[in-house]
């Protein structure tokens, strides 16, 4: 199933079910990976679905999502965005797909990998048992970096990049960039998502900010994050940049009351 699926309830003839969780994938030359992630993750429960938010990849992973939507029907769904536009618009794109749509949860995954689909049952269990409304999959529980194949640098720029959200905007997380977290579907639903600006590598401190400064619970559950075996990282010296001044204009709003 591909484009914006029409008005169908996810999961086909499922009628009435609103238990099932949404898994967002976006995605930018991905082809390789696509195949081996999305069985993965379907594996894990029969009440996950995934959408894949491809951004015109040259590579072809538009067409390779398309292929799983017709393996996959009622399962796996693509929408097709015109051009690379940013990991947040890939992701404020999927979010209102599936705020359209009877899910209770959502939940944000890369596409390289790097996110273990056998915790995604874990996350859900948190959320759905009401220990919080949102659950992060973090690579610094308890000041410990479970990462596996990082240099050194990417590893340092993304602890640095951590703690450093954390001093200026008081967020009470371990692992504020991180992109593997797992919403009740309320949360998006009172975040005014017009009004995120983050594009890049902000974007997840933003949306936790956000959550959090509303009122709701989050948990962190520990992962094991792998670099990618296949395709290249789409992080670069213009995503980091951005995000050390836009941390500092988030908390110019919180401070404002305007998050």
């Given amino acids: 199933m591909t484009g914006s699926a029409g ?29 081996r992630l999305v069985p993965r993750i379907l594996a894990q429960s029969g009440s996950l679905d995934v959408l894949v938010v491809d951004d015109a990849s040259p590579d072809g992973t538009g067409e390779v999502a398309d292929s799983l939507g017709r393996a996959h029907p009622g399962r796996v769904y693509a929408i097709h965005r015109e051009g690379k536009g940013g990991l947040g618009p890939a992701y404020l794109k999927g979010f209102r797909w599936a705020l359209a749509r009877p899910y209770r949860r959502i939940c944000e995954m890369d596409a390289d990998l790097s996110h273990p689909p056998e915790k995604l049952p874990a996350l859900i269990r948190v959320v759905s ?7 992060v999959g973090s690579r610094y ?32 997380v371990s692992d504020a960039t991180g992109g593997f977290n797992v919403f009740d579907r309320r949360v998006l639903e009172a ?13 997840q401190i933003e949306l936790k900010l ?9 948990a962190e559950v520990p992962i094991v994050f792998t670099e990618r075996d296949s395709g290249t990282s789409k992080m670069s010296k213009r995503i980091v940049l951005e995000a050390v001044w836009k941390v500092w204009k988030l908390r110019a709003l919180d401070v404002l009351g305007r998050l």
């Fill in 7 to 35: 008005g169908q309830r996810p999961g086909g003839d499922r009628s009435g079910d609103e238990g099932r969780t949404l898994v967002i994938v976006p995605t930018y030359n991905e082809r390789e990976n696509l195949p």
């Fill in 129 to 135: 048992g009401q220990k919080a409304d949102f659950a």
């Fill in 141 to 172: 529980v308890g000041g410990k970096a479970t990462v596996v194949n990082w240099p050194v640098g990417r590893l340092l720029i993304s602890r640095f990049g951590t703690v450093y959200a954390r001093i200026i905007t008081g967020l009470p």
């Fill in 191 to 203: 975040l005014e998502l017009d009004r995120i600006e983050s594009t890049g590598y902000t974007f």
């Fill in 210 to 218: 956000r959550a959090w400064r509303k009122g709701f619970r989050l």
